[in-house]
């Protein structure tokens, strides 16, 4: 009897996949597991907080514990309920959810690839500052406490620029939105330990899978970053908290359990790479801001000719300011029952903190002063920049620490090459198209003189004639 082609083709594929899922993943899975398991001895050595087992542990153990936790197994049954749904069909869309959501670590590519890409473009792009640290509070801190830095958010830089600052601490867990559900970039952000959320999502299934997962993370001591504003600002300023995440830390906390320390993180920029998407997306009164394919492309043209022509020198300077830390256990026990919610009242302190040490950099500032005095000249403009430099030192602000003059003259600089203001030998004149933008880089600034922040107009205004 003759064996058929086809019949040895299947035998052979048969056997290669025999062989390979007994002998040949294994080995190549136990090689790549004995590679982390030494990268990450060797990263624990020397960071302040070592990496916590809960991030390394297998991702389907995690989804597999998350969805069989008490919690969301209860939350599966009232949903079936809810809805008239079988409790089999309520659990798969509980796991869907938890698959959703879930990270999977990775210790290689958070050391090798994030941190490199995170050093090089916070260094390319800007020169980074620490505008305030205070070191021995943060020096003082329990050990075994969770420790969640709350972000005010101006960019999806802040990702990248907090990541390279807080690197030699430890490894952060971010909570990121919808935007990131894309391939093959979600994948790599799993892998550097983020999370996903759906911001819009209502559905109290959904809500009950995040806020087990939040939690477990959080008893486990994972080291996270949070963005209470709930998404990037439109307008500049500082906004209100939402109480989502934080409500899910706040509520789960026992008293004599893993303690919780928020560091408020306060950022800045003398330029907001995607500033003009923020600000149109005010004037229309939505947050889609997604940029065209083409545009970005464009773009990313234009600034690697920059470069490679030697005409890029940066976008000034990256400010980060930490805050004093805030314990989540003495916090709670000065406050009594009467006080209010206590999520409210750790997320309107936590804000205030961050507020508090926001970095006054040269383009916010002179934005703010062109925007309130009329036809400036270069001289005038100096006396009132040193004027408020002066101020705001007296009250112990995170300030630049270069001479005003220098200041000027490169804020003058950078905003006059952006079409932004029109510099005469007379005065300085905000341009039509620059009113909008330089009130989005003073709103970042105007709780400093307790200012309420400027509106975008929903068409550009012209301060003075240039002639």
């Not at 093959?184 to 999370?195: E, H, T, V």
């Not at 083409?294 to 930490?322: E, K, N, Q």
Request: charged letters at 20%; hydrophobic letters at 45%; glycine letters at 6%.
């Amino acid at each position: 009897m003759i064996l058929p082609l086809w019949a040895f083709v299947l035998i052979v594929l048969f056997a290669g996949v025999t062989f390979a899922s007994h002998f040949l993943f294994p080995s190549v899975r136990w090689f790549f597991r004995k590679r982390a398991e030494r990268v990450i001895a060797r990263v624990n050595t020397r960071l302040a907080r070592p990496i916590e087992p809960f991030k390394l542990a297998r991702r389907y153990d995690m989804i597999q514990r998350l969805i069989y936790d008490p919690t969301v197994t209860q939350a599966i049954v009232d949903h079936a309920r809810a809805n008239n749904v079988p409790e089999n069909v309520a659990f798969e869309k509980a796991k869907s959810y938890a698959r959703e959501i879930v990270p999977g670590f990775s210790a290689i590519a958070y050391f090798s690839v994030g941190m490199r890409l995170a050093r090089y473009l916070s260094n390319s792009l800007y020169r980074v500052r620490i505008a305030t640290y205070p070191r021995q509070e943060l020096a003082e801190l329990d050990p075994n406490a969770t420790i969640v830095f709350i972000m005010n958010h101006r960019s999806n830089m802040d990702y990248v620029l907090v990541t390279y600052l807080v690197s030699r601490a430890g490894t952060l867990s971010y909570a990121v939105g919808e935007w990131a559900r894309v391939w093959p970039l979600s994948g790599l952000i799993r892998m550097l330990g983020a999370y996903f959320i759906r911001r819009r999502s209502r559905g109290d299934l959904y809500r009950g899978v995040l806020a087990r997962y939040v939690q477990m993370a959080t008893d486990a001591g994972v080291t996270q970053a949070m963005f209470p504003e709930g998404g990037l600002s439109v307008t500049g300023a500082v906004k209100p908290p939402k109480l989502g995440l934080l409500n899910y830390i706040v509520s789960n906390y026992r008293p004599g359990g893993r303690d919780v320390i928020f560091i408020p993180v306060a950022l800045n920029y003398d330029r907001v790479i995607e500033d003009r998407f923020l600000i149109n997306a005010d004037k229309r009164g939505n947050r889609r801001f997604r940029p065209p394919t083409l545009t970005v492309v464009r773009a990313v043209g234009v600034h690697l000719w920059a470069r490679i022509t030697g005409r890029f020198d940066g976008f000034g300077t990256a400010s980060v300011g930490f805050g004093h830390p805030l314990e989540l256990s003495l916090f709670l026990k000065d406050r009594g029952p009467l006080d209010g919610d206590p999520t409210s009242l750790v997320a309107e302190e936590l804000m205030a903190r961050v507020r508090q040490v926001v970095p006054v950099l040269s383009v916010p500032l002179v934005a703010r002063l062109l925007l309130r005095h009329d036809a400036l000249t270069q001289a005038s403009l100096l006396g009132h920049m040193t004027a408020c430099l002066d101020a705001l030192r007296s009250r112990e602000m995170p300030l630049p620490q270069r001479p005003a003059a220098q200041l000027l003259d490169e804020a003058l600089l950078r905003l006059s090459d952006r079409g932004l203001i029109a510099v005469t030998p007379d005065r300085i004149l905000v341009t039509d198209t620059g009113r909008d933008v330089l009130a989005y880089y003073a709103n970042s600034i105007a709780h400093h003189f307790d200012e309420t922040p400027m509106q975008v107009l929903s068409a550009p205004v012209l301060s003075k004639s240039v002639t």
